[in-house]
């Protein structure tokens, strides 16, 4: 079978300062582009999964760059609209040691944003499409991306998609008036791979437990739907070195993935990311925690990689979780 | 007598693509800072002159990076404000030959634009201070920065200060509900000092004339307080090859500066500020034909230079005017 | 009418020194890739044409990179091969007045010159398409890529495309055993619009003539499939300065031109592929006399942006036919 | 109460190669500029405090952008003079591992160590001021720096300054005749805060001890002024990790810091001077105890910057105080 | 006893993305050049060693800029051979933690590997010389190359040279027809000191054993005249972190060195060859177990510098060897 | 006749700004070396000329990595010496259009000019020796500087070399008490061939003249050993755009070379030493106009070079006096 997967978010133009150099020093910012959904869909590229990107960008040169890059990393573009307004940005600073890496967002009233999607056709979008991954950046935006997204999720959802969601709560987005409690939980509904910590249950679903197990088990009584709540746990050690592991409840456990000590961090952005981009393959492909195994190991990874994107194989995914490799020189 | 000359207007952060890059290709963007009417008062801080430019930037490290680069350059920060919002932005791509150079603005909504000035101690910021520049981006930008501008010419009327405008109109500003005829005869009525062309004076103070000369005595007949009346005039062989020479009519005759040739132009952007610069310095110490001469060689100078600033010293510019050194080694 | 373009050739990387500095002096290279058809197919994607690039590379992730490139540039990849073997290279110095630009070729053996296409489904690919076009180059470069010029041409013509051929003759290739009397009258044959010079219809037609004209018509005898005969002229002042103008003939006339002086050259690899890709776009869209103006504005515009592709817009291709823009700052 | 502090020292270039090159292998220097006292002004600027920088220059560009560089990072320049001569310089390569990083000095004969400060009003200079700090690298360079020092240290004493200075021998300065024991206890009486390692006791207050806490009293015994004395202690894993605490003994017991793991080292050159205005900091606003664990949680931020300065905000120096934010991703 | 150190084998020009970029997002590469063979006399000639690096150019500007190399970093070029052909290259990604660092070789066909030696006159280049260098890269690219390693070998082992051998057998080589065990054993005849591992016993010696001594007794039952047996040890915790020691055996018995922990690997590469160049300077003047301190010293200290060269001095790796200067900062 | 050439003088590390940063904006600095003497060692080592560089290093890292760089570009060695000091600098800001390229340079009191060359054996330097170059730049230096030309060209001269002295006058050297009167007649009594302008007869030979042919017949009336005059005459348009010809006489007439228009010049630094290698080639190989004309041939091409050095090979100079390859694109 022919797995096509579809993945709706705002896409950014990301700035960072080379090396470890502050915002204050630095007269000099690399350019890459970058959104949680669309870091998805790259991630599934890699893979050799069938990808569609549904975004909007501004109709100048920054837009057309954009676009150019998801096309580069293999993602579909048939869905990329334009539309007056400007390039969502964000800065990055990477940090080092007990210095924190910091983002600048500069993201409000993009063409993204502001897009009415009402003329949207989801039901061709979704034609032969397997999957559906959004997450909680998009409807805190704005009405209008709030609206696109329950748009896609029934269109979806009325197709028999398997849809995603990470709920991933930000304080400082949620500025049109709304909150993420009147909209979250509708869009939640239509989903069966929810990624959550204990903050997005809390803010998202009102479910309020110390136990993650109980707030999954609260969740799934909540919104029956649900297949499968995960998230990624981090020890962070310092902004150089992070443990990290995940977890994931299929329903009746919860299942643990090994644990990975990363020493030496080049890009943690995206790593989420990423290990949602591995969960989606490998629920598609394998059995639960061998899901899970795959997915904090293409997790892992992309640690290792500067920018948003895992640029990672199958094939060197798969051998970290054999253990393989590591340390190795590849000739 | 010290001088000091206040300056008011935005700053934005500039993103240029290195070398000759296009958007399209570029994967970096060099950094620096600049405004029509900060990057006159970083023009004459080179030449030691006292100069403090108000303005506004949002409290994050962007902003104050920002503030460093108008300190680093010399000029005068007691009157820049910080206020939430965006640090507006622009994107510059290096034309060559026959490929123009090209920018995108992303500048909506900054904080700059949004900033309620009437808190601002206008009396105190004119304190002392003998000239007053502005430009027609500023009223173009939102109702608060009309009403900003405004705020500042009565002051630094009523103090009897030289004041400068440049009308410099844009199309594609003055998007907030008021035209230029709106706004700008009722500015340009506190202005001794207005640089304007054909287009400025048609856009700005509705006179339609195809001779300068005419044109600039109408002006003077609508606008009595007029002292000078001056333009830049280009001709634009390529992006990389400009003859540049300046007229100044000084309400008795109109004066024509020695035209330059700009065979190698490194960076176009900020000519006509360092122009403005050089012609506020010439009228402060010198008689108006070698004022104009000043002005002039300075922007010349400004073209040799990657950047919005004209790092030149007055030396430099004397220099030029003098025709000395052109093609020699200085060691 | 939807039109569709296919082009065949191989696509190598190109390592180009920075700025100017020479082989001897450089510890960097600047990575993009490029091959004479490619180019084409780059240049045409950039105006909205639909195109395939037909190319092998080897399965390592510098072949991944360079599909990457051309996926990024807009062109189509469903027929871009993979077999064992190297990725063909250049090597690139950017010459500055009186010293020449250099090239070092490092393509022999590669994956596409070793690569044996007799299972390549030539019906499939020129299905639905309008125009193939092919160089001199690949039948230069082995006995098993004259023969998929071959199979690739005999495919296109049953399929009634229209064929353009740049002939392109170069003494260094031509290693395998052939030369180019052997085989390209045979390509000739299919090709309907032929790009050359004086040498080349001397080397590869046995046509010696010092006119043009002649030349020209000679050829049609020869080969009475010809529609179009084209040719840049070049007025090479130093590695700098190029005054460009181009001729074609078609059947009736030679047609010239506007010369058009390029003074300040940035990167002139490329200059022609982006010509031949403003000629099929003209002939395509235009009269005769438009599209011979189409394409050598193309051709100026690409002299002045680094790299091998001609990244520009139809309307700025269009903005410099009509003479507009140039030397303007546009914002 | 307004807090104003005074430093004194050479300010020079530094050159150091990128990443990890070594000085045999690069052909590239990025450039800022540093030196121990005014690294210790422009930390305390990042916090807000008041400063002025009392140097040296010589009148050509390289000085100018060394005073650009002050102004930029919100130091005082009104002290800065020129003077004839060349501008100390040192070289940097960052070590790695069980490499060690290493400096080139070159810095003898600068217009800083000619510089004949007879005419320099310090009355003037310490107007309003709280606090002087001075190293004891100033009076190792020659008898024109020492007797500087001594100037200053009086001028500072008789308006009530607050002092300290960071003793720093080194062994290779020194060259002008005196050593260390001929100067260094006549500066040391004027000193309240005294930075020292017990190779700093030995060599310039003739205090042998193994024990830091005896040799403190010993110091206090010989100069009854001192309040203070400190020390940083490092244990230097390699060049990319080393622990830090630091040692206060505040005249009645040795205090001593938490110690912090710095793991990852971005570039450790001043660290110490980091420290010192940390607390400097500390101890005009906190108590010892809190002075002290400020201080080390400003230097091991430090070590996480490239370059000399310590560009890191009181909130950040807070947050690491209190444990917070280590390892997050700030947004 | 002046020194002469002889070593033979091919030199590619390394091209590696820059810091931890993979290579399918670089547009650059850094340039150096390289080669197992060439690594060891450039380490030596750090070291006040004169050598001879006996290798094979094309003769364009890249074998220049190759020859150029081994120059600079004082490597005798005396017999360095331009033949046409190409440059072998090798394309690096250097890897960080989890993901492995990737070299992909584009070598085969190179000027070197298609070099007929028969005309070189051994006798004259090992006239002198007290040492040959030689290894199994070399006699696994073609029969020209295995030719000339033996006529190098015989020339050299009648001389009375000592000779050493790097096995280092790597399965991707050896694409010519012959297998290791047909070239390998008439190789190993000739030299002394041997760099194995228990697979280059296996595939080049059939010598099967999982106990290094024991393969070592066999090897010298085998080859009699073999007097030192080595290799370096890694355990290869990540990418960035490798412990490392080597073994010795002299025939007596089997020595092993210091472990040392390698926490922040800049670059592996060439580190075996910094090992190979340390043991033959230390065989050379120290007694075995301080050769193999200061070989595996060496080693751990090129896994610093970016590079294939191990460029320290003979004082730094003496002081590591005593522990001395780890962690400072050398002034 | 093998020839082999002596060069005598400091090797600077040159500090130049990338692209055309002012100093006052740029935050690297681009490395190379760099002398007039040695500038023309290196133009003759790519000729393949035999040559050997006295000059003086200190025993540090960067005293080594200019000694590489003369290997580097395959100058000799032999006599370069070490002794404590400083490295010589000098720092470069690259001008454009009417924007002055400036030096500062930082050289006073390095290694080479406090070297007292007493313990020289200059015989065995310049045994086998064909020419000794010097410049006026040795003796204005120091008086060790001085003594030492001296001492160098007693023994050149009694060995019977050719000598070539560039007497460069520059009124910012000769610091150290001497004027060049004091010094200068007697160094250029040793001299056949002498670079000189008008100003240079004047400063440095007493010669006061307006026509360049009578002061060369003065000249030699002075100095009877003479047998060559020359100099470069430069039209300086601007920085970007100078004509170049030279002037040779012979002792007969004035040859004059062709003039080469230079219209984008990349770095005119080391132009005139680029001639004098020319010429010193020229006249070893040529007769006079030829070799004139091979030698302005030389130093336009270094104008198009980044850094001091002639990068150039015998067929590039001698193709551009033939006129050939002028704007070709080589391959």
């Not at 598609?284 to 997790?299: C, N, P, R, T």
């Amino acid at each position: 079978m022919k797995v096509k997967v579809i993945t709706l978010g705002e896409v950014m133009m990301r700035l960072s300062t080379p090396g470890h150099e502050r915002f204050l020093q630095s007269d000099q910012f690399n350019i890459v582009y970058g959104g949680a959904e669309a870091n998805v869909s790259v991630s599934l590229a890699q893979w050799g999964i069938d990808t569609q990107h549904v975004t909007v960008f501004p109709p100048h040169d920054l837009g057309k760059a954009a676009t150019q890059y998801l096309r580069q990393m293999g993602v579909g573009i048939d869905h990329v609209y334009t539309a007056p307004g400007r390039l969502g940005l964000y800065f990055l600073e990477n940090g080092s040691m007990q210095r924190s890496s910091k983002i600048i967002y500069d993201r409000f009233d993009s063409a993204f944003a502001n897009f009415d999607a009402r003329q949207v056709d989801w039901d061709l979008i979704f034609d032969g499409a397997s999957w559906f991954h959004w997450t909680g950046i998009t409807p805190a935006l704005s009405q209008y991306a709030a609206d696109m997204t329950l748009a896609a999720l029934q269109a979806a959802s009325s197709k028999g998609l398997m849809i995603s969601g990470d709920i991933n709560y930000r304080r400082n987005l949620w500025q049109y008036g709304k909150g993420p409690l009147d909209i979250m939980p509708e869009l939640i509904k239509y989903t069966q791979v929810i990624v959550a910590g204990l903050a997005d249950f809390e803010n998202c679903m009102e479910i309020n437990s110390s136990s993650y197990e109980e707030a999954c088990v609260a969740a799934k009584k909540a919104f029956p739907q649900i297949k499968y709540i995960t998230s990624t746990e981090r020890d962070a050690v310092s902004a150089s070195e992070n443990g990290l592991h995940a977890l994931l409840w299929n329903g009746e456990k919860l299942l643990k993935s090994k644990t990975y000590q990363m020493t030496h961090i080049i890009d943690r952005v995206g790593g989420g990311d990423a290990y949602m981009a591995g969960l989606i393959y490998g629920l598609l492909h394998h059995k639960d925690q061998e899901a899970l195994e795959f997915a904090v190991a293409a997790s892992v990874l992309k640690h290792s990689i500067p920018g948003d994107a895992n640029l990672v194989s199958l094939e060197e995914v798969q051998a970290l979780v054999r253990g393989e490799h590591v340390g190795k020189l590849l000739r």
